[in-house]
T-cell receptor, first 111, second 114 residues
Framework: EDQVTQSPEALRLQEGESSSLNCSYT??????LFWYRQDPGKGPEFLFT???AGEEKEKERLKATLTKKESFLHITAPKPEDSATYLC????????????FGEGTQLTVNP | DTEVTQTPKHLVMGMTNKKSLKCEQH?????MYWYKQKAKKPPELMFV???????INESVPSRFSPECPNSSLLNLHLHALQPEDSALYLC?????????????FGNGTRLTVT
């Protein structure tokens, strides 16, 4: 059974204080790993897709990396507008269109 | 703004009502999804349509009835719901069924069943 565990559950940072969110996964044949950002009352917003170990993607203050067992979302010099819940999801080769989501990390960036 | 549009944004319905949720995308995506999300939980898959045909039903109760009239539209018909069905209902689409292409979500319909 595919499993995704995100840590920490919640993270409070001061503006400018860089940190990382973790997504550990167990899947039989990874097709893709996805990062999403979700603001309260909104749908998840797609951030990145990672396909194979060693891959990295960047967008503004965010950088996502992937190993065979986990993915990190690095946030450099965060701003209050980066406050959101960050969701990680995996798609296994055998799962068709199904995604397995983690429980998310709720990030708060204080000014 | 997202490229997946859901209406209505909010819906309050009684347990004997019939209502429908609507979803539209014009990105040429051929896979469309309905998810249910409870507070502080990740989205939970309900249905998947692949090339306008129902391909996945995650054992959803029959009081939820999906419909895909064409490649751009997705409906969710609701009948005789229970209070525990209150949640955020999310529609999503992706380029091709089964491919490792990201899901694009709408902003959801906040449903309250009284």
């Amino acid at each position: 059974e595919d499993q995704v565990t995100q840590s920490p559950e919640a993270l409070r940072l001061q503006e400018g204080e860089s940190s990382s969110l973790n997504c550990s996964y167990t899947v039989s044949g990874l097709r893709g790993l996805f990062w999403y950002r979700q603001d309260p009352g909104k749908g998840p917003e797609f951030l990145f897709t990672l396909y194979s170990a060693g891959e990295e993607k960047e967008k503004e203050r965010l950088k996502a990396t992937l190993t065979k067992k986990e993915s990190f979302l690095h946030i450099t010099a965060p701003k209050p507008e980066d406050s959101a819940t960050y969701l990680c999801a995996v798609q296994a080769e055998a799962s068709g269109s199904r995604l397995t989501f983690g429980e998310g990390t709720q990030l708060t960036v204080n000014p | 703004d997202t490229e997946v549009t859901q209406t209505p944004k909010h819906l309050v319905m009684g347990m004997t009502n019939k209502k429908s949720l609507k979803c539209e995308q014009h990105m040429g995506h051929r896979a469309m999804y309905w998810y249910k999300q409870k507070a502080k939980k990740p989205p939970e898959l309900m249905f998947v349509y692949s090339y306008e045909k129902l391909s996945i039903n995650e054992s959803v109760p029959s009081r939820f009835s999906p419909e895909c009239p064409n490649s751009s539209l997705l409906n969710l018909h609701l009948h005789a719901l229970q209070p525990e069905d209150s949640a955020l209902y999310l529609c999503a689409s992706s380029l091709r069924p089964g491919a490792a292409s990201p899901l694009h979500f709408g902003n959801g319909t906040r449903l309250t069943v009284t």
